[in-house]
Each structure stands twice: as structure tokens, then as C-alpha cells.
């Protein structure tokens, strides 16, 4: 089914896919480990993307709506929605689906794809947009767990920041955080974000109580920061 459906733009990859099938030793972990690459893309090569915005090694695209299988497998991950706080909810396909279709109209939605093999990593959003004040909340999620700490969402919310301050004239993006979620904590911190309030024990997770933080970026500060960069010698 894979190859029949990718058979149009993929002829060469299935010829790879022939070529290490034909050398399968017999061990399934080491396979499919080797191959990887050509297995993801002859998978999810019809789920196309469009870079739309672009920083390091990822570039931000529009949602494709065909991902929602993808969304709802993440959104019943407790793994995922933990840190969330979004566990108690139950996601169905066709929920989702209706979902993406929805928020399209009143919200910058992303998939954080990584380039060298076009793989969605995590979704990022600007909501709760704001054109007279010009303010807005900017949302990350993250779907593999397998990508953590290697700078994606470093390079994930600057792009977006980018694109919110210089082109949608945004001054001030802000967004919440629980403190248990230390690894968001740490990569708001990098992108220049700073904690301005603190909603107390707002919190119930694992028969603990957890305060909320308030954290937000202006664009001056911004602008201030990026350009330091610029002028740094290396």
C-alpha cells in the first residue's frame, strides 16, 4: 500500500528500499534502525510541506490538515499531555479533524518540520491574537519525545517570534507554564522570556500542587537581544 501510494514521487527511494530489503540480515531493531529515513519518508511523503519560515535546521509550514491521524495518536499520549495538563481529555479522529479545520480561521498554526527529511517534530501557535493591542499567546507542543534537547525549540520559537513581531507587528507574546515543566521552563529562558507572575497552586498533578508561571517577551527586548547576537564576534 506505501509503495502504490508513493509510487509517483518516490520511484527512487523504493528502488533504495528493494536494494536493504534484499540485505535484511534478519534482525528487525537493526533494520529498521539502518533505514529509518527511507521507511518515514515512503510513509508520510504525501503529507506535504511548505516552508513558510525558517531557522537552523527546522523551518515552520502550515498545518496539513491529512496529519490529524498523527494529532490524535499525540493527544492520547500521556507522555505528551502531562506536561500539558490535557490528559483528561479524550481526542477522537473525528474530533481533530474538525479541530485543524476550525482553528485555521483564527490562529497561526505550525508544524515544526525538520529539514533534512521534511519529519513533523512538534506543532507551534500564536492564539488569543490581539491586532488593536497587539499581543497574542504563543503555544508549543511537543510530539517526539525522541527529538528533545537538540535546539528545535529554540529554533522553533524564534522563527515564530520573527515572524510575530516583524510581520504581524505583534509588541508583546506571552504564555503560561507549569513549574513541574522544568524542559519548557529552560528553552522559554533561551528565547529571552521572562517570568511576570505567578498564579499560586493552581495546579493538581500527580497528588501534588503546582504554581503556574507568567512568562512574556516584548519586542523592543527582542530586537534588543537579536541584535547583540548580530553584532557579536564569534
Wanted: glycine letters at 2%; proline letters at 2%.
Amino acid at each position: 500500500m506505501l509503495i502504490q501510494r508513493n509510487m509517483n514521487k518516490a520511484s527512487l527511494w523504493i528502488l533504495q528500499l528493494r536494494t536493504i530489503w534484499f540485505n535484511y540480515d534478519g534482525n528487525n531493531e537493526t533494520w529498521l534502525a539502518k533505514n529509518e529515513k527511507i521507511i518515514y519518508y515512503l510513509s508520510y511523503h504525501n503529507m506535504r510541506y511548505f516552508p513558510k519560515i525558517s531557522r537552523g535546521s527546522i523551518y515552520l509550514s502550515p498545518v496539513n490538515p491529512e496529519d490529524y491521524e498523527i494529532f490524535t495518536k499525540r493527544w492520547n499520549d500521556s507522555n505528551i499531555t502531562d506536561m500539558l495538563w490535557a490528559s483528561q481529555d479524550i481526542i477522537t479522529l473525528n474530533y481533530m479533524r474538525g479541530n485543524i479545520d476550525k482553528n485555521k480561521n483564527w490562529e497561526y498554526e505550525f508544524g515544526i518540520i525538520k529539514k533534512d527529511w521534511d519529519k513533523l517534530l512538534w506543532n507551534i501557535t500564536l492564539n488569543r491574537i490581539d491586532h488593536i493591542n497587539q499581543t497574542a499567546n504563543l503555544w508549543i507542543v511537543i510530539w517526539d519525545i525522541n527529538e528533545h534537547n537538540k535546539w528545535y525549540g529554540t529554533d522553533a520559537i524564534n522563527a515564530l517570534l520573527s515572524y510575530a513581531f516583524n510581520t504581524l507587528n505583534m509588541y508583546s507574546i506571552y504564555l503560561s507554564v507549569r513549574e513541574y515543566n522544568t524542559k519548557a521552563i529552560a528553552c522559554y529562558t533561551k528565547c529571552w522570556f521572562k517570568k511576570i507572575g505567578t498564579r499560586h497552586h493552581c495546579t493538581y498533578y500527580n497528588w501534588e500542587r503546582y504554581n503556574k508561571f507568567l512568562m512574556e517577551i516584548l519586542k523592543p527586548d527582542w530586537q534588543k537581544k537579536n541584535k547583540e547576537i548580530l553584532n557579536t564576534k564569534w
